[in-house]
């Protein structure tokens, strides 16, 4: 960032991240520009937005060096370390299969995979994957994407949570 501050050159990865960074020479510093990018990109189709991610993670690992791991995630959080214990496989082939029939009737979003079901204190947790049309913008795709999160808990009231992660249909 110094060598930035000097009038070394930089790119911005989309001209939309340019006001949001600017004071920062295009380097993320605070959590509050996180907050700002992700609403910018949210109007981005999902295909551009996940080249973003990984144009962010390509400079963060020049700039951080190839030694430090980094992962940016444009969705809400994934469940990490959350107590309980997976719930048996006949479970998680029922809610994989209503997942599908679900997302059956919701149009360009489909082939649903990873699906895990925690069983917690205060209920089950579910996450899944699913694929979506790389055209649509990233805040319609979390639009179906909740859609399908909850015609899920109104099939299975025991589920407390649902966490769907949605990625480019190749
Ligand atoms: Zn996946």
Same mark, same amino acid.
């Given at each position: 960032? =110094?060598?930035?501050?000097?009038? !070394? !050159?930089?790119?911005?990865?989309?001209?939309?991240?340019?006001? @949001?960074? &600017?004071?920062?020479?295009?380097? @993320?510093?605070?959590?509050?520009? #996180?907050?700002?990018?992700?609403?910018?990109?949210?109007?981005?189709?999902?295909?551009?937005? +996940? &080249? =973003?991610?990984?144009?962010?993670?390509?400079?963060?690992?020049?700039?951080?060096?190839?030694?430090? &791991?980094?992962?940016? +995630?444009?969705?809400?959080?994934?469940?990490?370390?959350?107590?309980?214990?997976?719930?048996?496989?006949?479970?998680?082939?029922?809610? %994989?299969?209503?997942?599908?029939? =679900?997302?059956?009737? @919701?149009?360009?979003?489909?082939?649903?995979?990873? #699906?895990?079901?925690?069983?917690?204190?205060?209920? &089950?947790?579910?996450?899944?994957?699913?694929? #979506?049309?790389?055209?649509?913008?990233? %805040?319609?795709?979390?639009?179906? #994407?909740?859609?399908?999160?909850?015609?899920?808990?109104?099939?299975?009231?025991? =589920?407390? %949570?649902? @966490?769907?992660?949605?990625?480019?249909?190749?």
């Amino acid at each position: 960032m =110094i060598q930035r501050k000097q009038g !070394k !050159k930089f790119a911005y990865l989309a001209p939309e991240m340019q006001p @949001i960074l &600017e004071e920062t020479y295009g380097i @993320i510093v605070y959590q509050d520009q #996180v907050m700002q990018l992700v609403q910018a990109l949210a109007g981005f189709s999902l295909g551009k937005a +996940h &080249e =973003i991610a990984d144009g962010l993670e390509a400079a963060l690992g020049a700039e951080l060096g190839v030694e430090v &791991e980094i992962e940016t +995630h444009i969705e809400p959080l994934q469940m990490r370390g959350l107590s309980g214990r997976d719930a048996p496989n006949e479970r998680v082939a029922a809610v %994989r299969d209503a997942l599908n029939a =679900i997302a059956a009737n @919701i149009a360009f979003v489909g082939q649903v995979h990873d #699906v895990r079901v925690r069983e917690t204190a205060d209920g &089950e947790i579910v996450n899944f994957h699913c694929r #979506v049309d790389p055209q649509l913008t990233v %805040r319609d795709v979390h639009e179906r #994407v909740d859609d399908v999160e909850r015609a899920l808990r109104q099939k299975f009231p025991t =589920i407390k %949570r649902v @966490i769907g992660h949605a990625e480019p249909r190749a």
